[in-house]
């Protein structure tokens, strides 16, 4: 353990300059804009959808595997809760009776998400599968089941009470989807830092083999990893579907990369065994605020982003590499 800490801290102030670097770019380049109460409240509402599935994310990558299916499992659960809020919800519905019909729907997709991850984790711990090829997989089987319950069209016209619900503002200010991205990476971050399944995840990341020998239930562990991102992303989908009242098949497609960016670049090891989500939670911050300022320069494309993005993964995984070479050849000497 003395060995590994130093690198999580170094990790964590590291991360913590280029925030505070970043903040400060922003806010010269762009102080009328990026500087108003607005669009920090506007950036509050777009960084949960996104958050969330990367802290899902990163539990499975502890565990030395990845969930690239976690976009369309929460696209999924969110169809499927529009679709039972829409059958059951009708023009005379009492107040009373809708809260049952939301709590029923909201209760329905994060089971769904769940049971996505589950699928996951048994593909992977008990058949066998690398998890990249498992959750590409899965990824096309929930995608091709919103397709076909949507007949690839978007569901609109939810109930406004959801709609409402899903956007109240806490003391005039606080969107209730930054409260949910709070809850979720606090008790992540309890989890990880302070409970035997954390301590497991991180023993069984590091060392697979050692794990099985110290008596620990390796697939139980990859099982619960895969569920638990599964849950987080059916949060993320009721969160995506009551910021527009709208769900579809392929929203928010281009997460993927960067749940997985944010993961990598928060000092999550794609090989597992190593991560906290203090770091991953500095690293959403970031990416949100250098996607907000880049909207407000308009001669810049919004498909500069994913260039940005994919640049930026390949340069923290060479560094991180360089590093860990570097490493291996101190320990050596």
């Known amino acids: 353990m003395k060995c590994i800490l130093p690198v999580k801290d170094k990790n964590f102030s590291r991360l913590l300059i280029v925030f505070v670097v970043v903040f400060i770019l922003s806010s010269i380049l762009k102080p009328g804009l990026f500087l108003r109460g607005s669009n920090f409240v506007s950036m509050a509402r777009q960084f949960p959808e996104f958050g969330i599935m990367a802290i899902g994310i990163s539990f499975t990558m502890l565990t030395g595997g990845i969930d690239l299916s976690t976009v369309y499992a929460a696209n999924l659960s969110s169809i499927i809760a529009a679709k039972t809020m829409l059958a059951l919800a009708g023009d005379n519905v009492s107040g009373s009776a809708m809260a049952g019909i939301l709590v029923l729907s909201v209760g329905i997709a994060l089971f769904t998400g769940f049971l996505c991850g589950v699928l996951n984790g048994l593909l992977i711990s008990k058949i066998g599968i690398p998890p990249i090829l498992a959750t590409l997989g899965t990824q096309q089987l929930f995608w091709g089941i919103a397709i076909v319950i949507t007949s690839g069209k978007s569901i609109s016209g939810l109930p406004m009470t959801y709609f409402i619900i899903g956007n109240i503002e806490l003391l005039g200010f606080i969107p209730i989807s930054l409260v949910f991205f709070i809850l979720v990476a606090a008790i992540s971050s309890v989890i990880l830092s302070k409970t035997k399944f954390g301590t497991r995840l991180y023993l069984l990341g590091t060392n697979p083999v050692a794990a099985k020998f110290a008596g620990l239930k390796n697939d139980f562990l990859i099982i619960a990893a895969y569920a638990f991102s599964g849950f987080l992303a059916a949060i993320s989908g009721l969160i995506m579907m009551a910021s527009t009242n709208s769900t579809k098949a392929d929203y928010g497609s281009s997460y993927t990369m960067q749940c997985i960016l ?62 860990g070479t570097k490493k291996v050849k101190q320990s050596k000497a």
Do not use: C, H, T
């Open 262 to 323: 944010i993961a990598v670049m928060g000092g999550i090891s794609p090989s597992g065994g190593r991560g906290n989500i203090k770091g991953v939670v500095v690293v959403i911050l970031i990416l949100q605020m250098l996607s907000s300022v880049l909207n407000m320069f308009e001669n810049i494309s919004n498909f500069y982003r994913d260039i940005i993005w994919g640049a930026a993964l390949l340069g923290v995984m060479v560094l991180n590499y360089v590093i």
